[in-house]
């Protein structure tokens, strides 16, 4: 079985992060979300993977996943982003005759992704991820009926049921076969869900399987944030871990300081991340805070907040909350200001509070 990441979209609901950098490759509790995509993927067993990336960012993931461990990459280049279907359809060459997972980049499973793949037997034609959402309006919807989806539609208005349908797919290599004659939607794209149900129309057996534990499409700055939270909890050890330089410093709960970082009379309250580089200097750093390769913290507080590579918050007086701060991004202050501020900086940006 091989494993479809697709990775071919801009992020629009991100900018301006988005506009230097896919989503997909966004530090959260210490490394690229793309990162946690193909671990998944090689937990369940599969090692070879191919990433549908587009013409402005298939460098950027190269350079950032480079030989990743137990997984042989594949490139494949969409050309122009007409949906998901579109893109599993650029892949068939490169997919042949075998069964595969299909996994959209940007989500996050905490339980991973086996208990799908192992679903996946002779005579199912797919397994779909189903979970149930409080607003099903802006999802694909199933309906589901002793295991099997006998409907699906994308983003009713009236949703028939509370399932939609999440972020992993696995597929047998039918429904190849039935992408290379789908119609475009009404909102001119090759939808996914009308794949499937072709699927469903034609009487194959297409199974629904609900998500244990938390699942989360990092599709906007609050999600990213809310995302970084859940993963720096998850981090197994209680006590921190302290493997940088670390002088004249508070350090409580589930904290890492990696190898190369440096602390210097600082305080930090977990859970949260401290990246290989990065420098806190006279630094507040608060729960759910992930502080990315390079990046300094000077005379300054943040919490509940993601710092890329290389940013910089430099004698804030005011404690930054709810932040997320691009590559090289830089927030300093020469005055005292009255209350806080809400900040979601894109790559190599400044913010100067005066």
Partial sequence: MKGLILAAGRGTRLRPLTHTRPKHLFRIAGKPIMHYALENLREAGIHEVGIVVSPYNKEDFQQ?????????LEYIVQEEALGLAHAVGVTRNWLGESPFVLYLGDNLFQQGIKPFVE????????????????????????????????????????PPSNL????????????????????????????????????????????????????????RPADLLDANRLLLVEQKSS??????????????????????????????????????GARLEGAYIGPFTSVGPGAVVRQSEVEFSILEEGAVVEQVPIRLHECILGVGAKVMCRTSLPKAHKLVLGDLSSAELA
């Fill in 164 to 219: 939609a349908v999440a972020g992993v797919y696995v597929f047998g290599p039918e429904i190849l076969e039935i992408i290379a004659h789908l119609k475009p939607s009404a909102r001119g794209e090759y939808e996914i869900t009308d794949a499937i149900q072709g699927l469903i129309d034609s009487h194959r057996t297409v199974l629904g399987q609900e998500i244990k534990g938390w699942w989360k499409d990092t599709g």
């Fill in 64 to 72: 950032s996943l480079g030989n990743f461990p137990g997984i042989q």
């Fill in 239 to 276: 006590v921190p871990i302290l493997e940088g330089e670390v002088h004249h410093s508070q350090i409580t709960g589930r904290v890492v300081v990696e190898a190369g970082a440096q602390v210097h009379n600082s305080t930090i309250l977990g859970p949260a991340h401290i990246a290989s």
């Fill in 119 to 158: 679903a996946y037997r002779p005579g199912v034609s797919a397994v779909i991820a189903l979970v149930q959402v409080e607003d099903p309006r802006q999802f694909g919807v199933a309906v589901v009926e002793e295991g099997r989806i006998v409907k699906l539609l994308e983003k009713p208005k009236e």
